[in-house]
């Protein structure tokens, strides 16, 4: 099953404002989850930051850690950012600014 756009558009808002975990999407949304596949359907977009690149918040994560503090740093230690470029705008500076 896949998601439908408003919903994963809703997730990747919630992601760019901070959420990392269902219960803090669940917070930040009115999104409704109908059962366990779509559950780990919307886990699998909120591990990761950017679909065009296949490269997660862990790794995003992780180079913020080891001192990537801007978006074009984390784009040369991971790749990511360099397809559509969405993911630079939202999920990547949440996760220099959250470090996490
Ligand atoms: S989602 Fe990262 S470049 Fe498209």
Same mark, same amino acid.
């Given at each position: 099953?896949?998601? /439908?756009? +408003?919903?994963?558009?809703?997730? !990747? &808002?919630a992601?760019?404002?901070?959420? !990392? @975990?269902?219960? %803090?999407?669940? %917070?930040? @949304? /009115?999104?409704?989850? %109908?059962?366990?596949? %779509? !559950?780990?359907?919307? +886990?699998?977009?909120? &591990?990761?930051?950017?679909?065009?690149?296949?490269?997660?918040? +862990?790794?995003?994560? &992780?180079?913020?850690?080891? =001192?990537? /503090? @801007?978006?074009?740093?984390?784009?040369e230690? @991971?790749?990511? *950012?360099? =397809?559509? *470029?969405r993911?630079?705008? =939202?999920?990547?500076?949440?996760?220099?600014?959250?470090?996490?």
């Amino acid at each position: 099953m896949k998601l /439908d756009m +408003e919903k994963y558009k809703k997730i !990747r &808002q919630a992601q760019a404002n901070g959420a !990392r @975990t269902i219960d %803090e999407l669940k %917070e930040m @949304t /009115d999104i409704v989850i %109908e059962n366990d596949e %779509e !559950r780990k359907e919307v +886990e699998k977009v909120l &591990q990761n930051a950017c679909k065009c690149k296949n490269v997660s918040v +862990e790794e995003v994560a &992780q180079a913020v850690k080891n =001192g990537a /503090d @801007t978006v074009e740093k984390v784009m040369e230690a @991971t790749g990511a *950012g360099s =397809g559509c *470029g969405r993911c630079k705008a =939202g999920v990547i500076p949440s996760i220099i600014e959250n470090k996490k």
